[in-house]
């Protein structure tokens, strides 16, 4: 098979490299890609927003399968795009990609088919929104309804800071379109967990949960970015709790998206809560989470062609999915002044020496010049340690991260340490 990844991030390298452990894989092309994953693909210089030029060159390099990894195009119907044009595309049609691309529609539908979430209002106008903020208790949640690459969300711990997060999306625009509508919400405290499934209508096939660390600094301060860890599995949170997750919200999602006409194929991405009356959802995802995927993928032992092939041809419900025993933490090395503004284009070292000790380094913000890589992005690498347990997978990946280095280097020192409790 010849298959087109689309994206260019850490969540794109890791699936490029999962791809191309199949047999029945003979190429992969991922477009744009970066530096990394033109290691193992051939990289195709196309922007994702580009679906004219995308499905023309899939017809061009006759391939026979598209894998969607990043949320703006799904929302924007890149899917749709390549159907029409009789390509096989892994990933949901626009229309069920609104679970993510509008937190509104995914507030009300789970308020529709009472699955549970956390109590919120709606607002299109800033005035009464802020009129209705002052009237709530602290901490609060204030959510730009659109795609806001991971950062239009707040969690306000004062009424100054849920103003000011409410100010910046609606009136200063900036998240643009994305603040036009706002969800305010109530805080849910816990535990978070984030449960990936491949879903193909109906069916759903649960992968195993992760835990993400959204700030940028230890001990879960500063703003939020689009992930600097995760781990795999959970050995603090209770199988049962998972099986509830599952089978009280992401199992009754998927057949409320059916019965609303909107059949979601692809993978599903839940954040949810650990709240004293259960497990909650914080928000759906229509894609592979990012870093998350870099801990899930390495732990699948069945082939993903399989599961992906299955999910096309209706058939993901007599797949046996199987899964590795072992634990893997992923640490995110980030430029310095992310998830605010970040230089690019430093000397990225020690890459070939994470690699020889066993570390799965994934690219995220890459590039190459003058045959060295180079940082192109505010998080630049995923580095990812296995083991026998999350101790052993964690001291592997803060081994790797040490050997590597850029100027303004930045990574968290706690990933996966409340595991470890």
Same mark, same amino acid.
């Given at each position: ?312 041809? &209706? $058939?993901?419900? *007599? ?12 640490? @995110? /090395?980030?430029? #310095? +002044? ?46 990812? &340690? $296995?083991?026998? *347990? ?12 040490? @050997? /590597?280095?850029? #100027? +303004? ?13």
């Amino acid at each position: 098979m010849r298959i087109l990844v689309v994206g260019s991030g850490g969540r794109e390298h890791a699936i490029v490299w999962a791809l191309k452990k199949s047999e029945k894989v003979k190429e992969v092309f991922c477009a744009p890609g970066n530096a990394g994953i033109g290691q193992l693909a051939e990289c195709v210089p196309i922007a994702v927003s580009e679906f004219a030029e995308l499905t023309r060159f899939a017809k061009e390099a006759s391939i026979d399968l598209v894998f969607i990894g990043p949320d703006d195009p799904l929302a924007d119907g890149i899917v749709d795009a390549f159907e029409a044009e009789g390509i096989p595309t892994y990933g949901p049609r626009k229309n069920a990609a609104e679970i993510e691309g509008s937190k509104i529609f995914m507030k009300n539908l789970l308020k529709k088919y009472d699955i549970p979430t956390a109590k919120y209002e709606t607002f299109t106008n800033y005035e009464s929104a802020l009129a209705y903020l002052r009237e709530q208790s602290t901490p609060i949640v204030i959510k730009a309804d659109g795609l806001a690459a991971g950062k239009g969300v707040t969690v306000a711990a004062t009424l100054e800071e849920a103003e000011k997060a409410l100010r910046e999306a609606m009136v200063d625009k900036v998240f643009g379109e994305a603040g036009n509508q706002i969800v305010i919400e109530e805080f849910l405290e816990g535990q978070e967990m984030s449960i990936l499934a491949f879903v193909d209508g109906e069916t759903v096939r649960a992968m195993v949960p992760a835990q993400d660390h959204k700030p940028i600094f230890d001990g879960d301060k500063g703003p939020n970015t689009g992930g600097m860890g995760t781990y795999t599995p959970l050995p603090h949170i209770d199988q049962a709790i998972i099986d509830e997750s599952i089978t009280n919200i992401i199992i009754p999602t998927a057949k409320a998206m059916v019965s609303e006409g909107r059949p979601f194929r692809g993978v599903l991405f839940a954040g949810l809560m650990i709240t004293k009356d259960g497990p909650k959802t914080i928000e759906f995802n229509a894609r592979m989470g990012d870093p998350e995927t870099q801990v899930v993928l390495p732990r699948l032992k069945t082939d993903l062609v399989d599961i992906v092939l299955a999910s096309l041809n &209706g $058939r993901l419900g *007599d797949l046996d999915i199987q899964w590795d025993d072992e634990a893997a933490v992923c640490v @995110v /090395i980030a430029s #310095e +002044g992310y998830p605010a503004s970040y230089p690019k284009g430093r000397v990225i070292t020690g890459l070939a020496e994470a690699e020889a000790q066993g570390a799965l380094v994934f690219h995220a913000g890459t590039a190459s010049k003058d045959g060295e890589f180079v940082t192109n992005g505010g998080r630049v690498l995923g580095v990812v &340690g $296995r083991g026998k *347990d999350i101790a052993e997978a964690r001291a592997r990946a803060y081994e790797a991260v040490s @050997v /590597i280095d850029f #100027e +303004g280097k930045q990574s968290r020192t706690d990933i996966a340490a409340k595991a470890l409790r």
